[in-house]
């Protein structure tokens, strides 16, 4: 079994510094650092450890941090060791070289990043403060001096006994909001998926005319943010519901609709996707028999999952956060979304800020589940290999 | 198996402004390999996947076993394709690479398990039946992707270069693999290549394409068999464009016809004998005299010799090249040698043109017949 050694001295044979060098060592697998000091610059190796007799390494940290390099040598090893066991002995597998200051900047960049994350995080800290006071209050430490599940009660729909024995009821109903908002969201982004994925199609694979000046129309209507067009909305709408009632207002249905609406941009990210994925493959799949719908669902579809699960996380997140279209389809207390369920917290002489924050970390429920369940759906390299570059 | 049949196939893509293929006719017999061959732009490519039905054909008749197969949409006409890129099913393993088209045609499993064992079989692939194409070297991926197209039992398969991406050595290796599988699975196949050694050595018979000139009917050159082309080219075309490295042309015109000899005078004033048949043209007419660097004979002189002058030589062991100037020559001059003696450069040597290994091509580059050139056997 070879072992691997880090040498930080000069290379007998081509004088270059530090090696990593992949040894027939005495039988005993395992990784033996060496703690030389450089010959010339007197540095030691910025990786060091004990041989490997059952000893710990001890520097952890700087193992970690050229884990990739050492799991892709010790690899190498193995597969050399695999092919042919004599002929690698003593041989350079690659070069480790490990620059001092690699160590500051490494530190340098976890600072900015921890920094960056306070400053990403603080709000939600903020927000999950104030649902645990007692009381609505806005300002205030945030750790809650003496914390109390009362907005988070009421949020969940059950009676909150006070201090003073007497019951508050839920004024809200919360979860029917969630679970409203959760409804629109799916069925709107279910939707914007199917209907972006098969539109894209066209727009990257199929000629007709007026393609381009289509894609451009599309991009800058885009530009206008739904709230211009409040009105005719909620006028269109009015007009809908008088034919085809789940569609009107004060529905669902109407919301669901109107978000679908936003799709223009993910047609365009669809698009630029299947157009990065080379046409040879669904015209492989052509002559192998596959009818144009087989070769989008079989071929093209599967390699461009990762940005089917973007455009989904997108229009999820968009649909269950859009206030603005909501608050002026929706009307009755038991249809409205979370989003502007919450705004009734807020009343002009009294805002409820603890209850407001519980129903806003409730909204981010969804999102994340969302987010970790697409989450592995979303990696590279799954078209690598099908064609030579 | 099929027979395959093109008719007046002709291709534009604005609508008959341009046209890229033009009154294509050719007859593939059942079993047979056909190479498609010519420079970039001759529209091989095109013609290829005209038959497999990637591209619409804009006006003749194509058909396949005598039927007529122009609208048929691909997935129809039971073609197998190799495509110079591979276009293997990235998030497939081989076996479901090579399986795909016979689920798609819900084939039952057993028949699908056979086929994929037999092609992987043939090809050596067993021990890859698992692996995705990202894991796997180009020769490997090209076999994968010549498996997929066996799989299906074709009546025809189509190669669009396919061993262009692969380095020499794979190339030559899996040139004889295709050789051994048409060998053995007799399909009809047409193989397209700008390699003519690929085509000289796989194919029974050869289309040579050209890039459609300004007025040309037709962009189809000669259709025959590899030494037929290079023994009997039926223009300059054809003359230079089979051979490596190309022919030699001087230009010339005819001092004495005759139906075995014909007595050429240079522009410089030489006169050359070459053993063609010209007795349907006039003395004094414009022509063009070939001859291949191989057939050409160094410091010689047995009555039929130029004078050059050397202007570079390229020593690759077992022959040199020796580039040489003259003064009615087209394009360039290139002598064969087999020995590698110290030549100069700048000095004058004289070159014997055997008159039996000459070539001649009228004004329009229509070449005379060939009087004591190797017949081919048709």
Redesign the interface.
Known sequence: MPGIIFLNHKDTKTQRKPFLFAERSSGKPGIIFLNHKDTKTQRKPFLFAERSSGKPIKNFVSLCLCGSHLFKAFRNTLRAWARDERSHTGEVIMAMVQPRNLQYRVWTGRIVMWLFLLLILFPFFMIISVSLRTGNFATGSLIPENPSLEHWYLALGIPWENADGSITQPPFPVLTWLWNSIKVAFTSSALILILATTGAYAFARLRFRFKQQMLTAMMILQMFPAVLALVAIYSLFDQIGDYIPWLGLDRLGSVTLAYLGGMALHIWLIKGYFETI?N??E?????????PW?AFR??LL??SVPILAVVFILAFIASIAEYPVASVLLQSMDNLTLAVGSRQYLNPQNYLWGDFAAAAVLSGLPISIIFLACQRWIVG????????G | MAEVKLVNIAKSYDQGQTWTLKDINLNIGNGEFIAFIGPSGCGKSTLLRMI???EDITSGELSIDGEKVNDW????R????V?????????MSVAENMA??LK??RAQKSVVDERVGEAARILQLQALLER?????S?GQ?QRV?IG??IV?QPRVFLFDEPLS?LDVALRVQMRQEIARLHRRLKTTSIYVTHDQVEAMTLADQIVVLSPLAQGAASNLEQVGKPLELYHHPANLFVAGFIGSPKMNFFDGVIEKNGEQETHVRLTTGETLKACVDTSKADPGSRVVLGIRPEHTLAETDNGNAVDGRIEALERLGAESFIYMSHDTIREHFIVRVEDSLRREEGSKIRVELSPEHCYLFDANGTAFRRTRAPEIDQ
Do not use: W
């Open positions: 080379d040879s493959l015209e492989a799949a052509a002559i192998d028999g596959a009818t087989q079989f071929v599967p390699l390299g799954l078209t690598s290999g099908g064609v030579k | 497999c039905g990637l949409p691909p997935n129809e039971r073609v197998g394709m495509f110079q890129s591979y276009a293997l099913y990235p998030h795909f088209g798609l045609a995705k194409p990202k894991a796997m180009g991926r992707a997929r197209s299906q991406n």
